[in-house]
């Protein structure tokens, strides 16, 4: 068992421990601030899975946006969301969330059906790849990569996004603006 | 190294919490959340995929596209949670059940 399994391992746990914690915390603060360990922890299994771009964009972007972001909505929105959040049905596995818990673990067993039918571990472009030494390697260098494919091959869905962030930014503004006369 | 599978499961967990949060909170701001776990699932399965394609590098550059939709998506849908508060003064998804003002 080498040291990147046992942190691969460990990061796996933190991930589904921390989003069942989310699942089954009545406080809303609190399950925010648990879904801040599974970013970290998502985080962790992308540098595993030798992309640390993307895991560094994703703790820029989720951890220091999105979940400042979903704070501060929440903590604008006023005490009494937090009064009525805090007279929630009781029971973490109450008869009403059964049907939830049911599809979710349906779910997940069709996924490892899945998994185990298409042998995933010896897929045909898989095998490939690797014999013809395509796959990241530790030592590769990525980020020079990413930044070739944004401007070459990939240069059409950088457009299109930066027009969407655009269309969104001017969106949320928009909602979120104080109504003067209708 | 770490196979494919390893991966794999652990997103497969992490999307099926995901579900169970989105069909069980009754608070949009935590369903919101669930959602938001459902994107990373998708986005560690792009990641995962894309190690094996060093020339393209498609995995890792959708997965950055897809932070940057889910952070769209995000400011877009907290402004209407704001909005839907403002008006009916609760956020629980099954209370809000006409969309004429």
């Known amino acids: 068992m080498t040291m990147v399994k046992v942190l691969f391992y460990l990061m796996g746990f933190i991930t589904l421990a921390s989003a069942l914690f989310v699942a089954a915390s009545k406080s809303l603060v609190r399950s925010v601030f648990m879904f801040f360990v599974t970013l970290l ?29 979903i704070l501060f909505a929440f903590m604008l ?15 973490f596995l109450s008869i009403s969330k059964l049907p939830a818990l049911l599809l979710a673990v349906l779910f997940f067993i069709v996924f490892i059906n899945i998994l185990f039918k ?15 030494k395509v796959d990241v390697k530790p030592d590769s260098p990525m980020t020079s990569n990413i930044g070739t494919g944004l401007m070459t091959t990939y240069l059409l869905p950088f457009e299109a996004i930066s027009i969407l962030l655009m269309m969104a930014l001017v969106g949320a503004a928009h909602l979120s603006r104080k109504e003067k006369n209708g | 190294m770490i196979g494919l599978s390893d991966f794999l499961i652990v997103s497969a967990g992490l999307f099926c919490v995901g579900l169970y949060v989105i069909l069980t ?21 792009l990641v995962a995929f894309g190690k094996y394609d060093r020339l393209a590098n498609g995995g890792q550059m959708f997965a950055l596209f897809a932070i940057v939709l889910a952070a769209a998506t995000t400011a877009v ?5 704001l909005n839907i508060y403002k008006k009916y003064k609760t956020i629980d998804p099954d209370q809000i059940h006409e969309l004429k003002d």
């Open chain 2, 25 to 45: 909170k009754r608070n949009a701001i935590q369903v919101l959340i669930g959602i938001e776990m459902m994107l990373n699932a998708a986005i560690l399965n």
């Open chain 1, 77 to 91: 929105s006023g005490k009494e969301t937090l009064a009525n959040l805090q007279q929630q049905n009781d029971r």
């Open chain 1, 118 to 132: 298409t042998d995933i571990n010896n897929l045909q472009w898989v095998n490939k790849a690797v014999s013809y």
């Open chain 2, 77 to 81: 849908a907290l402004a209407i949670i």
């Open chain 1, 41 to 69: 922890s998502v985080a962790g299994l992308y540098v595993l899975a030798l992309a640390d771009f993307v895991a560094i964009t994703q703790i820029v972007i989720y951890v220091g946006g999105i979940l400042v972001l």
